[in-house]
């Protein structure tokens, strides 16, 4: 059973867009909410995260919207650098960050 | 200080073999974590261990699979007679303490033909 299911599978911007992945999780025990970026041959490194008692969360470019009757929560990225090219996973866990159920990933490509 | 670190980088191993993967989690980190990424897919949680308390092992696939941590330093994930979708990279990660941020390693390629 897929905990947290994200999309889309790929996405292609042109610099300056603002990408958006969206993830669904089913369970509602979850409270901590991160989004990780991953390079090709480097691990995940964190890049933001959100717990359900706020709706919207921003760190420089980046922002996380928290739907929480909706059980969704989805990353925007303004103004979006070709340095920015990589797999962004969502993830979310109990505990507030215990073991992350992580989403499939998203290919973010951003072309000049 | 350095990062999460493992090793090897690459393993290639015939069928059938046993595998040992190593993890050096950031020093002072308490808990530690490993992962397995499938080629194109998200990453699946395999086994936790916080401290001196008994490891959560609810994400191991079979009994093929075990790890070990020796108290707050190394730890090592064994892959026992090895099967062809055992392949994948299997990340480590490292936290100060339970619910903090988790720091990954590089991965470890595991390609069993």
């Known amino acids: 059973q897929q905990q947290v299911k994200q999309s889309p599978q790929s996405l292609i911007v042109q610099k300056g867009g603002i990408p958006i992945i969206n993830c669904a999780y089913e369970?509602?025990?979850?409270?901590?909410f991160p989004w990780y970026q991953q390079f090709p041959g480097k691990g995940p490194a964190l890049l933001i995260a959100?717990?359900?008692?706020?709706s919207e969360k921003k760190e420089g470019r980046f922002t996380i919207s928290f739907n929480k009757s909706a059980k969704q929560f989805s990353l925007h990225i303004m103004d979006s650098q070709p340095g920015d090219s990589a797999t962004y996973f969502c993830?979310?866990?109990?505990?507030?960050?215990?073991?992350?159920?992580f989403g499939t990933g998203t290919q973010l490509k951003v072309e000049l | 200080g350095a990062g999460v670190s493992q090793s090897p980088s690459n393993k290639v191993t015939e069928k059938g073999k046993d595998v040992e993967l190593r993890c050096d989690p950031i020093?002072?980190?308490?808990?530690l974590y490993w992962y397995r990424q499938r080629l194109g897919q998200g990453l699946e949680f395999l086994i936790y261990?916080?401290?001196?308390?008994?490891?959560?092992k609810s994400g191991l696939p079979s009994d093929r699979f075990s790890a070990e941590r020796t108290g707050e330093s190394v730890s090592t994930l064994t892959i026992q007679r090895t099967q062809q979708e055992d392949s994948a990279v299997y990340l480590c990660?490292?936290?100060?303490?339970?619910?903090?941020?988790?720091?990954f390693g590089p991965g470890t390629r595991l390609l069993v033909l």
């Open positions: 990660a490292s936290s100060l303490m339970r619910g903090e941020t988790q720091y």
């Open positions: 369970n509602t025990a979850f409270d901590y």
């Open positions: 959100i717990r359900p008692d706020v």
């Open positions: 993830a979310a866990s109990t505990g507030g960050g215990n073991k992350l159920t």
């Open positions: 020093s002072g980190h308490t808990a």
């Open positions: 261990f916080q401290g001196n308390s008994a490891p959560d």
